[in-house]
Nanobody, 123 residues
Framework: QVQLAESGGGLVQADTSLRLSCAAS????????IGWFRQSPGKEREFVAS????????VYADSVKGRFTISADSAKNTVYLQMTSLKPEDTAVYYC????????????????WGQGTQVTVSS
C-alpha cells in the first residue's frame, strides 16, 4: 500500500546539521502518517518523530526535541527530518515508516519501511 525510501544520510561532525528525506509512493499514501525511527548496533529501533501529511501535528522523542524538526510536503509525497545540533549519540541508521495509528511511537504500528540511511556523527 505504501513504499518508502530514505535518503540524505552521511558523515558529519558534531554540532552540524543534516536533512533526511523520506519519499513515499503508493495509491494510499495519504492515509498514513509518517514516522522516523533510528537504530544503532545493539539497540532496538527507536522512535524519533512523526507527522501527518497536513503538517498540523508533529510528535518528537524527548532525545531530539528542540534539535530535530519533521515536516511534510504532500505535493512531493516527501517527509523531511531536519537535524541540527547533531551529537555522536544520533549516529544510527534512520528509517521511515507509515502508520494508520495517528502518532504512535511504537515501531510495530508502522510498515512500509525503507532500507534506511546511515547517519554518522563524529566528535
Amino acid at each position: 500500500q505504501v513504499q518508502l525510501a530514505e535518503s540524505g544520510g552521511g558523515l558529519v561532525q558534531a554540532d552540524t546539521s543534516l536533512r533526511l528525506s523520506c519519499a513515499a509512493s503508493g495509491r494510499t499514501v495519504s492515509r498514513y502518517a509518517i514516522g522516523w525511527f533510528r537504530q544503532s548496533p545493539g539497540k532496538e529501533r527507536e522512535f524519533v518523530a512523526s507527522i501527518n501529511w497536513s503538517g498540523a501535528y508533529a510528535v518528537y522523542a524527548d532525545s531530539v526535541k528542540g534539535r530535530f524538526t519533521i515536516s511534510a510536503d504532500s505535493a512531493k509525497n516527501t517527509v523531511y527530518l531536519q537535524m541540527t545540533s547533531l551529537k555522536p549519540e544520533d549516529t544510527a541508521v534512520y528509517y521511515c515508516g507509515a502508520t494508520v495509528s495517528s502518532y504512535s511511537r511504537h515501531r510495530w504500528d508502522y510498515n512500509g519501511w525503507g532500507q534506511g540511511t546511515q547517519v554518522t556523527v563524529s566528535s
